[in-house]
């Protein structure tokens, strides 16, 4: 084995920051994609009112077919959930502009997901899309049935992310509160975060943690990027441009960090028959050079 070679996971870890645009707004939506976030999502969902759909499509349509083609790849379009009567509808308007993935909500598992590609298969065919070219975020999960379906997502086709939607969640069951006064969900909604993280973990996806609601709360949104990157999960979704600048720098890695990862890996490149090694009064076995290569991964593809 090569140690120094990086594992692909099968999504991209430099995929930090995750920032929404209404998809009826050309100027929210350029603002967002002049933006220094990594994936600007055109917002076909909840920021559009029902009876603006149609016309959120066309913007959004004519809005991705405008962008240069290096830029598409990095604009996504979350389309309207599979228990209402709009995705078809948006997918068919926004793919033949190429985004560069479609983001889910309220999937109900790796079904879900397994249908969406069949759609995006016959829709990448007809619009002359290399096949499988678009990625996928699921939004899970965020409906109480979704809770009980995190397991399924592994081999689920196109599956690059997967995140959680705190609100609709906490409206379905009926919380009464989010988040404490510190800021923490309750127990609750923190056993949805929790398995929206293994999720993403045993599907071979980055995990991605849900908006911070404040968007003027700087100092919120920076203890709860430090958390979410601690936990394990890769990036944040954004609902404002000012907030991409702290998403992006927390799950960044340091200089001292990547120094210290290409330390652990050289160790283990140096003698890869052995199962742990003694380094700086520590005994560092495989578990840290995987974290060791997924830091470096992520660096690289940032």
């Known amino acids: 084995m090569i140690f120094s070679d990086v594992p692909d996971a099968g999504a991209d870890l430099g995929r930090r920051s995750w920032l929404f645009a209404p998809a009826d707004s050309e100027r929210k939506m350029t603002k967002a994609a002049e933006s220094s976030a990594d ?15 149609a016309h959120a499509r066309a913007l959004c349509a004519e809005f991705l077919a405008g962008r240069p083609a290096a830029d598409q790849q990095r604009l996504w379009v979350r389309v309207n959930p599979f228990d209402g009567p709009h995705t078809l509808a948006d ?25 969406l590609d069949n759609y995006l298969s016959a829709l990448e065919v007809a619009g002359g899309t290399p ?23 592994r081999g689920a086709p196109r599956l690059a992310a997967v995140t959680w ?18 800021g923490r969900f309750g127990p609750v909604l923190e056993t949805a ?37 601690q936990d394990g999960f890769g ?33 283990f490149a140096a003698d890869p028959a052995a199962g742990a090694i003694g380094h700086r009064g520590a005994l560092l076995d495989r578990p840290h050079l995987t974290r060791a290569q997924a830091l470096l991964a992520r660096q690289r593809r940032s």
């Open 165 to 182: 939607g705190v609100a609709d969640l906490a409206a379905e069951i009926g919380a009464e509160a989010v988040s404490g006064a510190d």
């Open 39 to 53: 994936i600007v999502i055109l917002d076909l969902e909840d920021a559009v009112a029902q009876n603006r759909k």
């Open 193 to 229: 975060r929790s398995l929206c993280l293994f999720g993403a973990a045993a599907a071979g996806a980055v995990a991605v943690d849900t908006i911070h609601a404040d968007y003027r709360d700087s100092a919120g949104l920076r203890a709860r990027c430090i958390r979410a990157r």
């Open 91 to 115: 997918l068919a308007a926004v793919m033949p502009a190429r985004p560069g993935g479609i983001m889910l909500p309220k999937a109900r598992g790796g079904q879900d997901l397994r249908t």
């Open 131 to 153: 096949p499988g070219r678009t990625a996928v975020i699921a939004l899970a999960p965020e409906t109480a049935e979704s809770v009980h379906t995190m397991g399924t997502y």
């Open 235 to 267: 990036g944040m979704l954004a609902i404002h441009p000012d907030q991409v600048g702290i998403i992006n720098d927390v799950f960044s890695p340091t200089e001292d960090e990547l120094a210290a990862a290409q330390e652990i890996v050289d160790l």
